[in-house]
């Protein structure tokens, strides 16, 4: 019946039954959406979990390569002969051995080690994909190239401390002017 108002009670009664018809409904869609919310978050966090775990295994099989590498530059091929490191290495010129030569020794070797591990991360992983790419620190044959990259860095280090310096200021890597 068209043309008919309703009464305030009748509407009431009607909005009650529509809200029993509809309630269970719109309670079953809003936990259907919170169990798909749980879910979605459930299987991001996994992704992000087996990601992190991927970084980690490649990280350790990265380190592992480059100690190698850097042992391998060091006593194998012993690249510093061909092209001279930037700071003294006391221990590649001793016929002796000492603590202080061995713990010298260590250090620049992981040094090495801890270089070619920041390049591959930096800039491998980075530009490995461009078209001109980037040499792999991670491979024998670019060992060399690492080695003159190093050097040419450090002695950059070695050159903005000493500019440091010369203005006054505490050095980061040099204790005093380098005359």
């Given amino acids: 019946m068209t043309g008919i108002i309703r009464s ?19 309670r079953d869609y809003v936990i259907k959406e919170q169990q798909m919310a749980a879910i979605e ?21 990265v ?6 590498l850097s042992i391998m530059c060091f006593v194998e091929k012993k690249l510093w002969l061909q092209i001279p490191p930037t700071v003294e290495m006391k221990w590649l010129n001793k016929t002796v051995s000492s603590p202080q030569l061995e713990a010298e020794q260590k250090q620049d070797m992981w040094a090495f080690a801890r270089y070619l591990f920041n390049e591959f991360f ?5 530009h ?6 980037y040499p792999n620190p991670m491979e024998d044959k670019n060992l ?19 500019m ?7 050095g980061v890597i040099l204790d005093t002017k380098i005359n």
């Fill in 41 to 61: 978050a459930v299987k991001e966090q996994d992704d992000y979990k087996k990601k992190v775990n991927e970084f980690q295994a490649l990280a350790r099989i």
């Fill in 144 to 162: 060399q190239f690492f080695w003159a990259k190093f050097n040419a860095d450090l002695s950059l280090v070695i050159k903005a401390d000493q």
């Fill in 122 to 126: 930096r800039n491998y992983m980075e």
């Fill in 164 to 170: 440091r310096i010369n203005k006054g200021n505490k």
């Fill in 8 to 26: 305030k009670t009748e509407e009431a009664k009607q909005d009650k039954e529509l809200v029993k018809k509809i309630k269970p409904k719109l």
């Fill in 128 to 133: 490995k994909d461009d078209k001109a790419g």
């Fill in 63 to 68: 380190v592992k390569r480059a100690e190698v």
